[in-house]
């Protein structure tokens, strides 16, 4: 037998990879294509590529100006920058679609409406897993208790939240008679610098600011102008009244006098306006609803003034404070 | 390659079948199936600049005095929290456009979820069998509500804690248990116990997002499940057969494109257009508050809701059984979702209709339920713009009182007005198309007849 040369060993070689590969691709490209094949769009991947590009730059600049330091706009400038390369990408992909991925409609079918042998089945097997149980009714009852009191027993803890059981707090209010009416800064007021058409707001000296309970408005009315029903008889002093600062609407401040966004020469008479649903109350007649959707009038505050003209109250408010609940008209606040 | 990694994963997953058929699910090609999948892309984009903030945002209330980058507020008494959000506002570099682009998108999720809910309404989508899709999705939408209000209130600022006296003033007013659920909630009267922001925190960040992430998958299992309903457009579409595009690979890169349009959208709005500047509005006391202030758009129709109500509380015999904000506050929007809810069930009953549907009606197919749909979403809309009157006062010089009386009256007489348009409108535009059949068909019997004659 004689001695192979390489030349041949290499042309056999080659002769049989041919073979190998030449059917296998025949068989490729003869099978039926599962997504069709249309045309090339070199125009297209040119556009797409142009866009990946342009996103590459935006994003490469978004991190160029996020090491800048004390760069002007920077928050508008990190925004352009990452929301274009987001878009270009955006683009990319839509060109994508339109133009260089295959675009078909395809048929479908519905799924099965129902399976109506295995709705079967699921029944026959619940049914018949029951077959030794002969007091169903009780066992379920059984059941039904422990599950019931094991599900109590787990949000039983949430009573921690808050004093759910108690609603004492909601009548409450720092107001004693003889506590002063303080300012911002914990300054007494004087009777004398409250000035008519003109809104304050005071504290009671020493307590939490923050309690609904809290905050009033003084207003000076002129004497006439007020008209005091019997129950508020003596709570204003020399023309001056208290209103607790909590709208009885939904717990806004008070902060606006006069009317809401009215043009300052509208006509009416001096009135409490809350900014948030414009809830108007009449200082003049112990701050009964004029306007808007509160549904009970602005708790007021007894004043008097001392020997050294300060303000003080002379008691507690004539009604709880803040938003109504279910007991606001059961019980005055907090002796 | 691919093949190979194909091989891999089936080999240790089972799951060829299961990618096949994924790859070549059909979606129907209509712009108004995008909306849905905006809210998904916000959502998205929330998670991702959602757990950013969160990497430096406290849910401290303790009292601090300010002492950082911003000068006007220098000094001044705050909570942790607020001075952490104006902190990321100005000393977290990137933080003011992650912080505005988180809020642009809860207001681009929610009208995404609003949108989509309107055309699923309109084309009656959540008919049998796909009622389940429904009420998941208005259960996001809730969700999606009360979300974007404890991020808004969050912040700590003056609006947000109006925003919060609001909401607990709501609270309390819920007919024999408001005070108790309101002392639950906030540990006490408002603004309650330190507590109360450590619980807004944890249900904002976690119980909510994953609440909704949770309902968003069952709502994409079911669509897939049932397929996508289509509109008729031609023969090939009916209601056994689904026509539309695969996902792979023709929906991806739309799908994908949409993605990242939406994306650089939001960053867009977030970097350049300001939202919510809450340094200006400064930090919340209970004393003070601010005139003009207006909520995120999708709070509208709560607060116009608050204000249309005239004054009075439903009380007898000295027990308040409605506090007033009861009814703007939690009736109105009880009402809206109950009759949203129950519509499904209500059409069933009303047109006896109990077949499968997988074809979409357009709105004229479906003259009852497109005029109960208008005047419904009329009542909404105008409790909504309702809510603005207080700007249009400052702006056009009409007063706030003229424009509540006319809202009033508006809300309770427009509905069955623009109901009956509506429903007129649907009348003829399919006896416009009938017309316009007939006249096709005699034309094209004409020309046939005078073919036939000239033969003959």
New interface residues.
Partial sequence: MARARPKDVLVAALTLLAARLQPGRRRRRMRELT?PAGPPSPGAELLVLGLLAAATICAVAFIVV?ALDRLPG???????S?????????????V??KR????????????A?EHPEEQETIGEVVEDSGSRLTRKRLLTLGAAAAGGSLGLALITP??S???????S??Y?TPWRRGRRLVDENGRPYHASEIEESALY?A?PQGAD????G??VVLVRLPPAALDLPHANAGYAADGIVAYS??CT????????YRT????PASPGPPALV??????TFDPATAGT?L??????KLPMLPLLIDGRGDLRAAGNFDEPV?????????RGPNP | MIRRLVRALDQRSGSAPFIRKTLRYLFPDHWSFLLGEVALYAFVILVATGVYLTLFYTDGTTDVVYHGSYVPLQGQHMTEAYRSVVNISFSVKAGLLIRQTHHWAADVFVAAITLHMLRVFFTGAYRKPRELTYWLGLTMLLAALLEGYLGYSLADDLLSGMGLAIGNAVALSIPFVGANLGALIWGGPFPGKHEFFARMYVAHVFLLPVLIATLLAVHLLLVALRHHTQFKRGPRETERKIVGVPTFPGQTPRSLGLFFAVAGVLFLLGGLAQINPIWLWGPFHTFSSTNGAQPDWYLGWLIGALRLVPSFDLVIGGYTLVPNPFWGGAAFPLIVFTFLYLWPWLERRWSGDDAFHNLLDRPRDAPGRTAIGVGFFTWVFLVFVAGSADRIDVLFNISYTSQIWAYRVAALAAPPITAFIAYRVCRELQAGEIVERERTRAEREAVAARRGAETA
């Fill in positions: 997504v996020y920077q928050t508008q400038l990190l925004g352009l990452i929301g274009l390369a987001f878009l270009c990408i955006a683009a990319a992909f839509v994508a679609a260089l991925v295959v675009s078909e409609q395809n048929e479908d079918d519905y799924p409406e949430a009573v939240l808050g004093p759910v059981f108690d609603t707090s909601f409450g707001t504290f600011r923050e309690e609904l809290s905050s600062k909590i609407h939904a717990g806004c401040a008070i902060s606006l809401p966004l009215f043009p809350c900014p948030c649903h414009y809830s609803v306007f808007g959707p509160a549904g009970r803040g938003p109504s609940w279910w007991g606001v008209r059961l």
